[in-house]
């Protein structure tokens, strides 16, 4: 059996539901697609995504608290029954006649965890999300399977893998990602630690969900947070994080600190601009997480 897990906050997600829902029916095994909401407050939303019950094997949970998506996930895979669990973001879209095949298709190939791809729309989605969408297609070099499989634990990603539920739940998401960021990366690193195989495929799903500059400059402040958090567990396997020992080793910290304390309100300035640069969007990282 097959189980489809989506945590959503306040997205709609009934058509991606849906378009799973027509593969798997054509697949004809046992599924059941399980949404859950994790502290939605937004009842069009909730109301929207409430016709997946209306799917045959499809479920809506409602969840009062926002607990994170570590915790959501978890809660999804204890409550799943499948042997098999494929997980994605609520923002995702599905790009092919053939995605449940190709995941159904490897189940047999030995691995415990199979992670597909996140391929980005061709164009800016929307005029005020320039400085994700700029960071998404420079991300796309580093996500080819072919690229990931030679770095498989670093490069695990949640946005949409399928792993056995029983690794799932030996190996659960780590809780203390309560906030946005880094709950992959630490992921990745506990799937090594147990000797789990984690193989990555071209199987895409397309990202849609585009936050808007300020929104992504603040989330990628709560990230560092998190990071700042857990730095001990993290920081040798993040590029933030090695960069980050580079400038300790080298007794730069308070000088970086100076030059960003400086240069931050130009550095805002140009990021929720039109025109963002990611040299300033790394500089402007490693200045916020220095000075935390």
Known sequence: MISVLIPTYNYVCYKLACDLHRQLSAYGGEYEIIVAEDGSDNQETITENDKVTMLSGCVH??????????????????E????WCIIMDSDAEVVSDDYIRKYAGCMTDGADVFVGDLVNPDSLPQADATLRYK????????????????HPFERFCTFNFMARRDTLLEVPFDERCTEYGYEDTLMGLELKRHGKRVSHIDNPLRHLGFDSNAVFLRKTET??????????????YTGMGRLVLRIRAAHLTALVKVIYRLARPLLRYNLLGNR??????????LGYFLSL
């Open 80 to 83: 799943a029954k499948g042997e």
């Open 135 to 150: 960071y998404e297609k420079a991300a796309e070099r580093f996500r080819t399977a072919e690229f990931r499989n030679h």
């Open 223 to 236: 990230a560092l947070h998190t990071l700042k958090k857990i730095e001990g567990s993290l920081l040798p």
């Open 61 to 78: 949970l409602v969840r009062k608290e926002n607990i994170g998506r570590a915790r959501i996930i978890n809660y999804l895979v204890r």
């Open 276 to 285: 963002p640069d990611l040299t300033f969007f790394s500089f402007y990282k």
